[in-house]
């Protein structure tokens, strides 16, 4: 499995989301110091769940980054995150 892979089930798993979307930026990152040039350690997640209503960005952040912390341990170098819940979703695209 992929890290892409992994981080797409793990993050449907924790959070049921209604939007996912796992970019894989690693192509980015070539050659540069922290990149272990597996062309799996740089990503960008956006996930908009329920699970994030009433919860700070920071807290949202916090548990994304719980969830993937076997992934972040090692595998992945560099991870965004965009947690939104429904509500901010639908203001972001009004």
Do not use: C, W, Y
């Not at 970019?23 to 699970?51: I, L, Q």
């Amino acid at each position: 499995m992929t890290v892409e892979q992994s981080i797409r089930e793990k993050l449907n798993a924790a959070f049921s989301p209604e939007a996912l979307q796992v970019v894989n930026e690693s192509h980015k990152h070539a050659g540069h110091a922290g990149s272990p040039g597996t062309g799996e350690s740089h990503f960008a997640v956006r996930v908009v769940s329920g699970a994030f209503a009433g919860k700070s960005r920071l807290e949202r952040h916090r548990m994304v980054n719980n969830v993937l912390a076997d992934e972040l341990a090692g595998k992945i170098h560099a991870l965004a995150v965009t947690a939104l819940s429904s509500a901010d979703a639908e203001k972001k695209s009004a």
